[in-house]
T-cell receptor, first 110, second 110 residues
Framework: NAGVTQTPKFRVLKTGQSMTLLCAQDMNHEYMYWYRQDPGMGLRLIHYSVGEGTTAKGEVPDGYNVSRLKKQNFLLGLESAAPSQTSVYFC?????????FGQGTRLTVV | GQQVMQIPQYQHVQEGEDFTTYCNSS?????IQWYKQRPGGHPVFLIQLVKSGEVKKQKRLTFQFGEAKKNSSLHITATQTTDVGTYFC??????????FGDGTTLTVKP
């Protein structure tokens, strides 16, 4: 039982490049979330999903897209990376009363 | 949109002193969750409060949810060095959308 697994853990992108962050959970959770965390700040919700095949916008969705084709996976895409997207990205999943976070992906856009 | 304010931003205490962080939402919440994040780590779920006026205890930690379901607090009695980290509250709506406070960073002087 691995919980919530994020790949990759680190990535450096050049401005304008694209990439996909993968989140996988093995707990059969319905809800999944993508957050970004900037230094000294809390987590800001980018997109979330309440079930397979559904997605919704969070606080800061611009510049990101997501897909939830399978219940266990939640993908976060950056089509054209910008320096403002340099951040630590956390994926989370929940069912009922507990939420579990992945270890995070540290993304730097230069 | 929904806003969650958390105070104080930082708290420095002597080991053995008490610590409290407060969370206030601009809207009525479905539930509120508390997390702890160690430096360089990921948020770890502590507890979820659902009922108006709810009080829950975990050893030296006491969590409260306000009667109006718009505010919450976390109180730590007799802090220890293992309590250091940033404590976040997150308010959830009925639609499953979450908003995190900016966190309170606790440092404990031995």
């Amino acid at each position: 039982n691995a919980g919530v697994t994020q790949t990759p853990k680190f990535r450096v992108l050049k401005t304008g490049q694209s990439m996909t962050l993968l989140c996988a959970q093995d707990m059969n959770h319905e809800y999944m979330y993508w957050y970004r965390q900037d230094p000294g700040m809390g987590l800001r919700l980018i997109h979330y999903s309440v079930g397979e095949g559904t997605t919704a916008k969070g606080e800061v969705p611009d510049g990101y897209n997501v897909s939830r084709l399978k219940k266990q996976n939640f993908l976060l895409g950056l089509e054209s990376a910008a320096p403002s997207q340099t951040s630590v990205y956390f994926c989370a999943s929940s069912k009922g009363r507990m939420t579990f976070f992945g270890q995070g992906t540290r993304l730097t856009v230069v | 949109g929904q806003q969650v304010m958390q105070i104080p931003q930082y708290q420095h205490v002597q080991e053995g002193e008490d610590f409290t962080t407060y969370c206030n939402s601009s809207t009525t919440l479905s539930n509120i969750q508390w997390y702890k994040q160690r430096p360089g780590g990921h948020p770890v779920f502590l507890i979820q409060l659902v009922k108006s006026g709810e009080v829950k205890k975990q050893k030296r930690l006491t969590f409260q949810f306000g009667e109006a379901k718009k505010n919450s607090s976390l109180h730590i009695t007799a802090t220890q060095t293992t309590d250091v980290g940033t404590y976040f509250c997150a308010g959830y709506t009925n639609a499953g959308k979450s908003t995190f406070g900016d966190g309170t960073t606790l440092t404990v002087k031995p």
